[in-house]
Nanobody, 116 residues
């Protein structure tokens, strides 16, 4: 069982930066692929970024590539999402996800609002 708690969201202006954190419980955090997803009002949840447990390789949606950076600290059981050059279209609830084959865990989400 893994419990995920996101933090770091807030209200910012276009062009600003935010860093989201996702703290995970459980002793096997390092064996999970970790990802960030977001859901804007009236839209489906979409993939933002992910990082492999084995290689640490990051993956990004085209819409955030070059602006967002995902990283993880296995010693702190935490995954981060550094978001730079934020745009109004980045406004959404951001969710953290832990994944192993056949098992997904989600956090409760943190709101990010970017004003123009």
């Amino acid at each position: 069982q893994v419990q995920l708690v996101e933090s770091g969201g807030g209200l910012v202006q276009a062009g600003d930066s935010l860093r989201l954190s996702c703290a995970a419980s459980g002793r096997t955090f390092s064996s999970y692929d970790m990802g960030w997803f977001r859901q804007a009002p009236g839209k489906e949840r979409e993939f933002v970024a992910a990082i492999r447990w084995s290689s640490g390789s990051p993956y990004y949606a085209d819409s955030v590539k070059g602006r967002f950076t995902i990283s993880r600290d296995n010693a702190k059981n935490t995954v981060y999402l550094q978001m730079n050059s934020l745009k109004p279209e980045d406004t959404a609830v951001y969710y953290c996800k832990a994944r192993r084959p056949g098992i997904d865990y989600w956090g409760q989400g943190t709101q990010v609002t970017v004003s123009s």
